[in-house]
């Protein structure tokens, strides 16, 4: 079983930046394998965000990020991380990381298997 755990999330105005982060907790490790970044405001399904492969050449973002968000990995540090920049009031949900199914970086959510508790975000304008 793999724990995922998020953090860096937190109440910011409009055009404030954000970076969250995602780590396994205890012994596991990601490195093989696509994360991705999923979000669910309230009322809404759980939506893609953005997905990084297992090495971290590849990258793949919803386009109502694309521009704004990078994702990124530290495999060193067994580490993922979510740059948000230019925040907007849309972007206020629950933002949850996931270890894919395999190292391919895909947007549909049944393609990961293991997901955290998820961190809030708050965008005010």
């Known amino acids: 079983q793999v724990q995922l755990v998020e953090s860096g999330g937190g109440l910011v105005q409009a055009g404030d930046s954000l970076r969250l982060s995602c780590a396994p907790s205890?012994?596991?490790?990601?490195?093989?394998?696509?994360m991705g970044w999923f979000r669910q405001a309230p009322g809404k399904e759980r939506e893609f965000v953005a997905a990084?492969?297992?090495?971290?050449?590849?990258?793949n973002y919803a386009d109502y990020v694309k521009d704004r968000f990078t994702i990124s990995r530290d495999n060193a540090k067994n580490t993922v991380y979510l740059q948000m920049n230019n925040l907007k009031p849309e972007d206020t949900a629950v933002y949850y990381c996931a270890r894919g199914r395999t190292a391919v970086p895909r947007t549909d959510n049944l393609a990961y298997n293991y997901w955290g508790q998820g961190t809030q975000v708050t965008v005010s304008s």
């Open positions: 205890g012994r596991a490790f990601i490195g093989a394998y696509a």
């Open positions: 990084i492969d297992g090495p971290g050449g590849l990258t």
